[in-house]
């Protein structure tokens, strides 16, 4: 709330101050509430969080490191695709149709954001295009969930997944096709109440059932 409040108010010494902790403050309540610490998905997740708090810094930083921010979201990206394929062990009962299905469905309305941004992306034509792809296919592993996990589990980490991707198209609309006041609250407010909720639908997995059980 606290980072809302200075994103509201243009307060840029809370924002120093105040956007920096919440990742890690995201980590540590992962870390504290996660039933088991060893596992390999437990780290994976520990290292996205950390990814995404560099790309946090890199993209508050008052020197333009939009490029450092989104690689580092890229790779954040590409690890919760890993937890959540490792969770769900590759999604091998998941229909190749049912996939194909939905990732179109994600990609579609990335595709009309890209066709109105792409006149203004220079040489991040290419970055741009595979981070789209990346995070279309984290929201696409995040539903894939849906038959792999209680309903709880999965609904919490696939509309986290989903104000993720609001998140980053919010970035794309105000920095590539047009400005628009408040548009660092409504970044804010998507990608905290995101990446919180993809974490509290982790907690719930029947993966940490399952892992208590055997040990």
């Known amino acids: 709330m606290g980072e809302v409040i200075w994103q509201t108010t243009q307060n840029k010494w809370g924002i120093y101050i105040f956007k920096p902790l919440l990742m890690p403050a995201l980590l540590l309540y992962f870390y504290l509430a996660v039933p ?10 520990i290292v996205s969080l950390i990814f995404s708090f560099l790309g946090d810094v890199f993209l508050m930083l008052p020197f333009d490191g939009f490029v450092f921010g989104l690689a580092s979201f890229l790779v954040a990206h590409v690890l919760y695709v890993l937890a959540f394929w490792k969770e769900n062990s590759g999604f091998k009962n998941s229909k190749i149709v049912t996939i194909l ?61 989903i104000l993720f991707i609001l998140s980053d198209s919010t970035i794309a609309f105000n920095k590539f096709i047009q400005p628009f006041d408040f548009a660092n609250v409504v970044i804010m407010v998507t990608y905290i109440l995101g990446q ?18 055997n040990d």
């Open 196 to 213: 919180f909720l993809i974490i509290e639908g982790v907690l719930h997995s029947q993966y940490y059932v399952t892992e208590n059980k």
């Open 36 to 45: 088991i610490k060893n596992t390999p998905i437990t780290k994976i997740l």
């Open 101 to 161: 299905t939905r990732f179109m469905i994600l990609l579609f309305p990335a595709a009309i954001l890209f066709g109105e941004m792409q006149k203004n992306l220079g040489e991040l034509m290419v970055p741009v295009v595979i981070y789209i792809l990346v995070i279309e296919s984290m929201g696409l592993t995040a539903w894939l969930r849906r038959e792999y996990q209680s309903l709880n589990a999965y609904f919490l980490t696939f509309l986290g997944a």
